[in-house]
Antibody, heavy 124, light 107 residues
Framework: QVQLVESGGGVVQPGGSLRLSCAASGFTFSSYPMHWVRQAPGKGLEWVAVISYDGSNEYYADSVKGRFTVSRDGSKNTLYLQMNSLRAEDTAVYFC?????????????????WGKGTTVTVSS | DIQMTQSPSSLSASVGDRVTITCRASQSITRYLNWYQQRPGRAPKLLIYTASSLQSGVPSRFSGSESGTDFTLTISSLQPEDFATYYCQQSYSIPLTFGGGTKVEMK
């Protein structure tokens, strides 16, 4: 079955870095755009970033632009989120999610499959 | 950025009730509106995409509709597993944005 499993979360000091991973299985990972979405404790959902199926295009929320980088490795069926210059307001559960648009330069920009999330806490 | 405003932020209902949740976009997004359900401690789940298309496997008691920049999620007969928080999300333009959520609680 289609599955996404995030890892790499943890506690990090303000200004620090963390890299999240999302292992995909059950579908042709290299054919679909992928998203990161986060949820601060007790808050709603916030879209973070999207990467095209081939990694050629990336878009970010203004709140993370210049600090976060999304990437993917098709040989490993894995999505990544490199997070630098972390702030307290980045504390959240981070979900990876699949976009349903197949093998196109564009995405549908919604999420049909979600992982269970990994928790990032930025605190001194 | 396109702002998505959901109402109400919470509601109380009973099993069997008809429930309606509204989402208003700050500008035209045509039909690019999606609905998700999130149970406590769980990942969100896609219910409806492009305003009114039911995601595969989602019960037919869920439906979506649109009227201009106003969108509605309707649960025709609330079931025990439907007590959750519901979010709308626009997929018209980057940055993608979500509504603030509507928590459906048991009366």
């Amino acid at each position: 079955q289609v599955q996404l499993v995030e890892s790499g979360g943890g506690v990090v000091q303000p200004g620090g870095s963390l890299r999240l991973s999302c292992a995909a299985s059950g579908f042709t990972f290299s054919s679909y755009p992928m998203h990161w979405v986060r949820q601060a404790p007790g808050k709603g959902l916030e879209w973070v970033a999207v990467i095209s199926y081939d990694g050629s295009n990336e878009y970010y929320a203004d709140s993370v632009k210049g600090r976060f980088t999304v990437s993917r490795d098709g040989s490993k069926n894995t999505l990544y989120l490199q997070m630098n210059s972390l702030r307290a307001e980045d504390t959240a559960v981070y979900f990876c999610a699949k976009d349903p648009k197949y093998s196109s330069s564009f995405a549908y920009y919604y999420m049909d499959v979600w992982g269970k999330g990994t928790t990032v806490t930025v605190s001194s | 950025d396109i702002q998505m405003t959901q109402s109400p932020s919470s509601l109380s209902a009973s099993v069997g009730d008809r429930v309606t949740i509204t989402c208003r976009a700050s500008q035209s997004i045509t039909r690019y509106l999606n609905w998700y359900q999130q149970r406590p401690g769980r990942a969100p789940k896609l219910l409806i995409y492009t305003a009114s298309s039911l995601q595969s496997g989602v019960p037919s008691r869920f439906s979506g509709s649109e009227s201009g920049t106003d969108f509605t999620l309707t649960i025709s007969s609330l079931q025990p597993e439907d007590f959750a928080t519901y979010y709308c999300q626009q997929s018209y333009s980057i940055p993608l944005t979500f509504g603030g959520g509507t928590k459906v609680e048991m009366k």
